[in-house]
């Protein structure tokens, strides 16, 4: 794929995101959803999306922090804009009440520190969505972080569905820009939160430069095998758990009929 044959439509993909949660949400009789509200933008155009497609008064979104968030004010300027129902859950107890526990038991990595949070936070999105009939978390993984790792197993890469999981954070963000979300929200460095550093400084490399790979072939061989190599490795968080690739169709896993 060369330069000047690939360009990203938002209306296109949109509408093939619409198509396909609308099959997928009539086949397991969706009727609410569940999103954690981050304050960056995949959370905010996953909740834009639903918002749009299934009306503002079936989506949830749920404010997570951990303790103190710094950007927290994002996050609830996100579901004021949309005018989305919401609910603000502070997991520090819960994550300090753990580390406790399991501190004289274990030695508590950096690592852990780093995830623990995020799979805290999606039990905590399960717990409230099993708290309504017909209601769903949705999950707000991009294509991008995925293929280098930056998702944390049964953390944030957990959900029943995966609407942006095909797109890279280039086209997530001119989805985002497409939809009207705020720019300062749509273009936000980003970052975990939890490290001094953005996901991009820790990588060694910009988004822009993965997404031409992604979808260009575009950069040198020693960068091609860096990511290659970071999609080797971090694979298996993909494998484990199956996600919907709304771009792509669906496989028939219809039975056939008993004679």
Not at 58 to 76: C, E, F, K
Request: charged share 20%; net charge neutral.
């Amino acid at each position: 794929m060369n330069t000047s044959t690939y360009h990203f439509n938002a209306q296109a993909a949109f509408l093939h995101i619409e198509a396909h949660l609308r099959h997928w949400s009539a086949e397991v009789e969706a009727k609410q959803f569940v999103v954690g509200i981050s304050g960056g933008k995949d959370s905010a155009v996953v909740a834009a999306l639903l918002a749009r497609i299934f009306g503002a008064e079936h989506v949830l979104g749920v404010l997570l922090p951990n303790g103190m968030q710094s950007d927290i004010r994002d996050a609830r300027g996100v579901v004021e804009r949309l005018g989305i129902r919401s609910l603000e859950v502070n997991i520090n107890p819960c994550f300090t009440a753990l580390l406790n526990e399991l501190s004289p038991r274990c030695n508590i990595s950096e690592v852990c520190c780093i995830n623990l949070p995020a799979r805290l936070r999606m039990a905590t999105l399960f717990a409230i969505a099993q708290c309504e009939r017909n209601t769903f978390v949705i999950n707000t993984s991009n294509l991008s972080e995925d293929i280098v790792g930056y998702a944390t197993q049964f953390g944030d890469n957990a959900g029943c569905y995966a609407p942006i999981q095909s797109l890279t954070v280039t086209e997530v963000k001119a989805l985002g820009d497409w939809l009207g979300l705020p720019a300062h929200i749509v273009h936000k460095t980003p970052a975990d939160g939890l490290q001094q550093s953005s996901d991009e400084e820790r990588l060694g490399f910009s988004y822009a430069e993965l997404d031409r790979l992604i979808r260009l072939n575009a950069g040198s061989a020693e960068f091609r095998k860096k990511v290659q190599n970071l999609y080797r490795i971090n694979r298996f968080k993909q494998d484990i758990v199956r996600m919907p690739h709304p771009l792509f169709p669906f496989p028939n896993f219809v039975a056939s009929p008993q004679n």
